[in-house]
T-cell receptor
Framework: DAKTTQPNSMESNEEEPVHLPCNHS???????IHWYRQLPSQGPEYVIH???SNVNNRMASLAIAEDRKSSTLILHRATLRDAAVYYCILRAFIRGGGGSNYKLTFGKGTLLTVNP | ETGVTQSPTHLIKTRGQQVTLRCSSQSGHNTVSWYQQALGQGPQFIFQYYREEENGRGNFPPRFSGLQFPNYSSELNVNALELDDSALYLCASSLDSETSELFFGEGSRLTVL
């Protein structure tokens, strides 16, 4: 399985932008790049995903390198509620069976601390 | 529209016992997947079910098994529990879509003594 590499932890100040990097040098052409976050005592929560082009939604922006070997999750104005573990994930196709056969391969993620 | 719910939230078992964890998918979702999350680690994919059939499996032994029911609720069964099975077990549901996001429950915390 293709793997992702993220910094173990990052720190930010409230209301400042945060750039969370991710390396995925062995990404294949069919892998989607997904970002999830996990707040304490909760299950992961979808943030954003993309394939080749940069993406924006209400939560964040995703910048994908032209060669797709790295990406950056951008939180435009961090709040205290954004403190969480952020996972950069490759959504890979699973051969066989019916339906959409995809699995998420999580790494250890980046623990984001937001200072007031 | 209700979210993904899991039960029980916490449970304690002893080595060698069997456990069944339950998940109620988000309304309208026909795909469910299960993940194991050890303390301090990211979730690891166990398997996925689509319309009551397993259609993908991670690197877990056969003593990890599952079921998906016609109403798309599901179960994760683990036989012959080992100490290393202590973890948070997460259920996630999704639509049958190539890029569909997964909706996770809050998990079932299993402790094996």
């Amino acid at each position: 399985d293709a793997k992702t590499t993220q910094p173990n932890s990052m720190e930010s100040n409230e209301e400042e932008p945060v750039h969370l990097p991710c390396n995925h040098s062995t990404i294949s052409g069919t892998d989607y790049i997904h970002w999830y976050r996990q707040l304490p005592s909760q299950g992961p929560e979808y943030v954003i995903h993309g394939l080749t082009s940069n993406v924006n939604n209400r939560m964040a922006s995703l910048a994908i390198a032209e060669d797709r070997k790295s990406s950056t999750l951008i939180l435009h104005r961090a709040t205290l509620r954004d403190a969480a573990v952020y996972y950069c994930i490759l959504r890979a196709f699973i051969r066989g069976g019916g339906g959409s056969n995809y699995k998420l391969t999580f790494g250890k993620g980046t623990l984001l601390t937001v200072n007031p | 529209e209700t979210g993904v719910t899991q039960s029980p939230t916490h449970l304690i078992k002893t080595r060698g016992q069997q456990v069944t964890l339950r998940c109620s998918s988000q309304s309208g979702h026909n795909t469910v997947s299960w993940y194991q999350q050890a303390l301090g680690q990211g979730p690891q994919f166990i398997f996925q079910y689509y319309r009551e059939e397993e259609n993908g499996r991670g690197n877990f032994p056969p003593r990890f098994s599952g079921l998906q029911f016609p109403n798309y609720s599901s179960e994760l069964n683990v036989n012959a529990l080992e100490l290393d099975d202590s973890a948070l077990y997460l259920c996630a549901s999704s639509l049958d879509s190539e890029t569909s996001e997964l909706f996770f429950g809050e998990g079932s915390r299993l402790t094996v003594l």
